[in-house]
């Protein structure tokens, strides 16, 4: 499969995703490999044949510390930023390992769940019962084109590529309120 092809798996997933609702915020996670033999790593969207997409969804609200009730509403990039390089460097290194049959990923990154949140940390002195963001948009939204991630720069960099795929996201919702 190539680059090309895999992106568009990637795309043909998006439209499969559907948010699993509740009061969670959700982040949506989708990548297809490409290369000669390139397998997935599994999980909910893929058996670990060529070609499959791999998806997971991530709780970002869950568990609720009583403590910090804005972390309800504020989220901050740099925590989904955290928890999205850790699964990318997860497949860096399942592609690095497959050597040559893999030669890297498409991937995407999607929100659910944030109506009534904001993907910021939450200001000095806010008050919850007055100033909620609040913006109506159709979910998951995404960080924009599924993202090409060859091989090395997935295993060397899977902070950067969350990073640029947070930003996406960020914009997105910016642009929504």
Same mark, same amino acid.
């Given at each position: 499969?190539?680059?090309? =092809? ?17 009061? +969670? ?26 070609? =499959? ?11 609720? +510390?009583?403590? +910090? ?35 890297? @990923? ?9 109506? @009534? ?12 019962? @007055? ?6 948009? +159709? ?39």
């Amino acid at each position: 499969m190539t680059p090309d =092809e895999a992106r568009e798996r990637v795309r043909q997933a998006q439209a499969r995703v559907s948010p699993p609702g509740g009061f +969670d915020a959700w982040l949506h996670i989708l990548a297809a490999p490409a290369g000669s033999g390139a397998a997935t790593k599994g999980g909910s969207g893929g058996d670990g044949t060529a070609g =499959e997409v791999w998806s997971e969804t991530v709780s970002l609200t869950a568990p609720n +510390d009583p403590g +910090d009730p804005l972390s309800l509403f504020f989220i901050p990039p740099e925590r989904v930023a955290r928890v999205l390089a850790q699964r990318l460097a997860c497949l860096g290194e399942s592609c690095a390992r497959a050597g040559d049959e893999c030669a890297g @990923y498409a991937v995407q990154a999607g929100l659910s769940g944030m109506e @009534y949140r904001a993907l910021a940390p939450a200001p000095p002195g806010f008050v919850p019962r @007055y100033r909620l963001p609040r913006r109506s948009l +159709d979910e998951p939204i995404w960080a924009g084109e599924p993202l090409w991630c060859p091989r090395e720069r997935l295993s060397g960099e899977p902070g950067r590529i969350a990073a640029e795929l947070v930003a996406g996201l960020a914009a997105r919702l910016e642009g929504s309120s």
